[in-house]
């Protein structure tokens, strides 16, 4: 079964200082796929960044790098240059490809504060 | 937006009521989900479908049940609501297994 672990419920970071969210994973499948996702305060779940299994290159977005180490089953979130707009819950997931439609598991998320 | 909607968006309902929401889309996606997400809680998998009439459980599934009768829309039933399916609903579409899913913007149910 799958399973996702973010170990920080909370985390405080200065204006303008980079930031990394941990993120753990445990499957048995080799195709596979991570995310994260951002919920601010409003509600809505809004895509950041994704990263294949098979991608032997850390993904990139913008202010967003996630720092993938496969043998250690780990997807951390980076930000840099942290805005006050950055405030927010943070959800690392995965997906099975291959298997069960897809179906991803979250993990129970971190609320990032930015301090001006 | 990824052209989902979400309906209705707010409900309060008494123990013991059917409840049923909705999920449209617009982009012919064939993977769709229901999430609920609970204080304290990442979003957990209720139930999922990979097509028209193709559904199937997720981890979370007793006391829901699911149709997909058309591509771009998935319903979700609370058949007799209780107390403990208090909580914030999503849905969310992909078009394949290994793209990102796009989520409505949740419907906040209240059962008293």
């Known amino acids: 079964a799958q399973k996702i672990t973010q170990t920080q419920p909370g985390m405080f970071v200065q204006e303008k200082e980079a930031v990394t969210l941990d993120c753990t994973y445990d499957t048995s499948d080799q195709s596979y796929g991570l995310f994260w996702y951002k919920q601010p305060s409003s509600g809505e779940m809004i895509f950041l960044i994704y990263q294949g299994s098979y991608d032997e290159q850390n993904a990139t977005e913008g202010r967003y790098s996630l720092n993938f180490q496969k043998a250690r089953k780990s997807a951390n979130l980076v930000i840099s240059a942290s805005q006050l707009g950055d405030s927010a819950m943070y959800f690392c997931a995965m997906r099975e490809v291959n298997t069960n439609a897809g179906k991803s598991t979250f993990g129970d998320g971190t609320t990032l504060t930015v301090k001006p | 937006d990824a052209g989902i909607t979400q309906s209705p968006r707010h409900k309060v309902t008494e123990t013991g009521t059917p409840v049923t929401l909705r999920c449209h889309q617009t982009e012919n996606h064939r993977y769709m989900y229901w999430y609920r997400q609970d204080p304290g809680h990442g979003l957990r998998l209720i139930h999922y479908?990979?097509?028209?009439?193709?559904?199937d459980k997720g981890e979370v599934s007793d006391g829901y049940s699911v149709s997909r009768s058309k591509t771009e829309d998935f319903l979700l039933t609370l058949e007799s609501a209780t107390s403990s399916q208090t909580s914030v609903y999503f849905c969310?579409?992909?078009?394949?297994?290994?793209?990102?899913?796009?989520f409505g913007d949740g419907t906040r149910l209240s059962i008293l």
């Open positions: 479908s990979y097509g028209v009439k193709d559904t």
């Open positions: 969310a579409i992909s078009p394949t297994m290994d793209q990102p899913q796009h």
